[in-house]
């Protein structure tokens, strides 16, 4: 590799696996695809990265409404009519109505940034596809101006998806792959003192005894998430509850349960 690996910082904890397949999507110049469960840190990956590499951090927030030509640029024709309307000067100059998106924005930075699309599964089933162009060539057409955006670095790109649709076959031999197994109890440890290296060692313990007898109840429907039991900790300390406390009445219970059958299922199995 040509340039400096990846690794974990002092807010982000990864694997050893999840850093071997940043750094070889980083290589071989590909996309990577993250999965996994909700609140298992894909989108703070980016953060990290950029972080660890030096460099910046641009966003696309995918919606339910959002298109692939979203993220190359948007031509603001009203705003055009407008200035026609009253008088404005350069209207006839089609460049200055021409807005980037955040892959174009990527493309034309001077610098390699990172890019992270986020929950690319919530836009429609052909968004991905009508991604794969720019993604291979790192280019795209601007035809009101017709010019050619050719990215002047190639970013480095991170995708992650929630696995609410599969994705395209198409589009996924492109990527690098990684799901994001939900942490062992020693990753998990070491994540949680990434944020609070002050907490106390028993109320510790006991919070993730209770955190991951929650997660192993078979009839929860929605598994506290890793940035559950961080927040829960945090709360934790600050009503000052003691650990052997924790298991008689498990203290704010809603902030790692949030349904209220899980609320009753957790209440009949696992309060002592």
Not at 125 to 150: A, C, G, S
Not at 157 to 183: G, Q
Not at 214 to 226: A, C, G, H, Q
Request: glycine share 6%; aromatic share 8%; proline share 4%.
């Amino acid at each position: 590799m040509n340039q400096a690996a990846f690794g974990s910082t002092k807010e982000y904890v990864a694997s050893k696996q999840l850093l071997a397949s940043v750094n070889v999507a980083v290589a071989l110049e590909k996309p990577l695809l993250i999965k996994g469960e909700p609140g298992t840190g894909k989108t703070m990956l980016a953060q990290a990265v950029a972080n660890s590499l030096g460099k910046k951090l641009l966003i696309w927030n995918i919606k339910s409404t959002t298109k692939a030509q979203d993220g190359l640029y948007m031509y603001d024709t009203i705003k055009r009519l407008y200035d026609g309307q009253f008088g404005e000067e350069g209207v006839e100059d089609i460049s200055r109505y021409i807005k980037l998106g955040k892959l174009g924005e990527a493309f034309e930075s001077p610098e390699q940034v990172v890019l992270l699309i986020d929950e690319i599964d919530k836009a429609d089933l052909e968004f991905p596809n009508d991604l794969l162009w720019e993604l291979d060539q790192m280019e795209f057409y601007i035809h009101e101006t017709k010019r050619t955006v050719k990215a002047k670095k190639r970013p480095i790109v991170i995708i992650t998806s929630n696995a609410e649709k599969e994705l395209p076959d198409a589009f996924l031999r492109r990527c690098i792959f990684h799901y994001i197994d939900f942490p062992d109890r020693d990753l998990m440890e070491e994540i949680v003192r990434v944020h609070y290296p002050d907490v106390e060692a028993n109320l510790l313990k006991e919070a993730m005894d209770i955190f991951y007898e929650i997660r192993s109840l078979r009839d929860i429907r929605k598994k506290p998430s890793t940035s559950e039991l961080i927040d829960w900790v945090n709360a934790l300390q600050i009503g000052g509850i003691p650990a052997e406390q924790i298991k008689k009445a498990i203290p704010f219970i809603g902030v790692i349960v949030k349904k209220d059958e899980d609320l009753e299922t957790v209440r009949n199995k696992v309060v002592y």
